[in-house]
């Protein structure tokens, strides 16, 4: 633990909290992708499965919980409390483009061919690109409500700060994982517009809106 996976880990556990009390305070989900969500769901299970055979601390475990237990809830609320709110004609990014190639990737590329370690993997790949029927919704739809952007920028800040976590282990702990460095430096790079938007906009007053 450092002060970068810290702060990672706080601006994750903050995008999560910020996009549950968006849909349950406005009793909507709209503006939000579902498939984004889906996708989310999908990393956190196949990546946490750990849970099951490896204890590393109470923190660790109530972490992965959280993100696994959120994931599901806010899917409950968008497919099944607030579902006449949700935006089925925006949200039409095609996932399945997503989950084929990753699948292969993981199957290709992993530390260890192992149930287990390919489904780490998996979730490492899904997750750099599950974002992005979420960036596609919001240039479809020309437009962001803050909050949706507030969540948004979070969630972004969580990986870049994960990066830089990466950086300091490997100068003072000598740990290198290429996977996991890789598959962040592009979702990083997938929220460069964003942040570039968000800075400029959302943080002077305005609705922030991405090209179409």
């Known amino acids: 633990m450092n002060i970068f996976r810290l702060a990672g880990d706080i601006a994750h556990l903050l995008a999560v909290i910020i996009l549950l009390l968006k849909i349950w305070k406005s009793r909507s989900c709209a503006g939000i992708s579902g498939r984004s969500q889906l996708l989310f769901a999908i990393v956190y299970t196949t990546r946490y499965l750990d849970l099951l055979t490896n204890f590393v601390s109470i923190?660790?475990?109530?972490?992965?919980?959280?993100?696994?237990?959120?994931?599901?809830?806010?899917?409950?609320?968008?497919?099944?409390?607030?579902?006449?709110?949700?935006?089925?004609?925006?949200?039409?990014?095609?996932?399945?483009?997503?989950?084929?190639?990753?699948?292969?990737?993981?199957?290709?590329?992993?530390?260890?061919?192992?149930?287990?370690?390919?489904?780490?993997?998996?979730?490492?790949y899904l997750e750099s690109v599950a974002i992005l029927p979420q960036l596609f919704m919001v240039s479809k739809t020309g437009e962001a409500e803050s909050i949706t952007s507030?969540?948004?920028?979070?969630?972004?800040?969580?990986?870049?700060?994960?990066?830089?976590?990466?950086i300091y282990r490997y100068y003072f702990e000598g740990f290198f994982d290429p996977i996991a460095v890789v598959a962040?430096?592009?979702?990083?790079?997938?929220?460069?517009?964003f942040f570039y938007l968000y800075i400029t906009k959302v943080l002077k007053g305005k609705k922030l809106s991405l090209p179409a």
């Open 184 to 193: 962040g430096v592009v979702q990083t790079v997938l929220y460069c517009d």
């Open 59 to 124: 923190y660790n475990s109530v972490m992965k919980v959280v993100f696994i237990a959120a994931s599901y809830a806010t899917l409950y609320l968008m497919y099944m409390k607030f579902k006449a709110t949700y935006d089925h004609n925006h949200d039409t990014f095609r996932i399945e483009f997503l989950l084929i190639p990753v699948t292969a990737l993981a199957l290709l590329v992993n530390h260890e061919f192992s149930v287990l370690e390919i489904l780490w993997t998996f979730s490492i």
């Open 150 to 166: 507030h969540y948004l920028f979070a969630l972004g800040s969580y990986r870049a700060l994960y990066l830089l976590n990466w």
